[in-house]
């Protein structure tokens, strides 16, 4: 059986966005008040130039988020040893009810559209949801696992 090779491509932002807005499924890294990290397994998506996060204000993420606000997001394919990507930028945590209309561009990126929007939204202000949008500074390669050449 052939062996897979371990690759890494650069991509430059719009080979980025074009990599990423398909891919829902990501770990996101924040930092803990002692500096260490956290992660949290998250469904993401990419919407006015950032990557989204739906989540609730009391969250660690978000503690983490409102005293630090930089991030990581490690954006996965769907199966396991499909390519993934790093992506460090500045975090925003969004309230309700501001957040209400970006949560409706989050659910869009992901899902489409609503049946009922209005209902959306009503549920967004009920369940007091926030959004967490990373903006993209830096992003390592689009790599995808295996073995390195010289071995394969």
Request: proline residues 7%; negative net charge; without cysteine.
């Amino acid at each position: 059986m052939a062996r897979a090779i371990a690759t890494t491509t650069t991509v430059d932002r719009a080979a980025l966005v074009e990599f990423i807005q398909d891919r829902h499924r990501a770990v996101l890294v924040t930092t803990r008040a002692d500096g260490s990290p956290q992660l949290s397994p998250v469904t993401a998506g990419f919407d006015d130039g950032a990557i989204v996060i739906s989540t609730y204000p009391d969250r660690a993420k978000v503690a983490n988020l409102r005293r630090f606000p930089e991030a990581t997001v490690l954006v996965l394919s769907d199966e396991w040893n499909g390519p993934w990507v790093q992506v460090d930028g500045t975090a925003e945590v969004i309230d309700a009810p501001a957040s209400v209309e970006p949560l409706v561009g989050y659910f869009r990126s992901i899902s489409g559209e609503h049946p009922d929007w209005d209902e959306y939204r009503e549920a967004m202000v009920a369940q007091g949801k926030s959004l967490i949008r990373v903006t993209p500074l830096r992003w390592g390669p689009v790599a995808t696992g295996g073995f390195p050449a010289r071995l394969a």
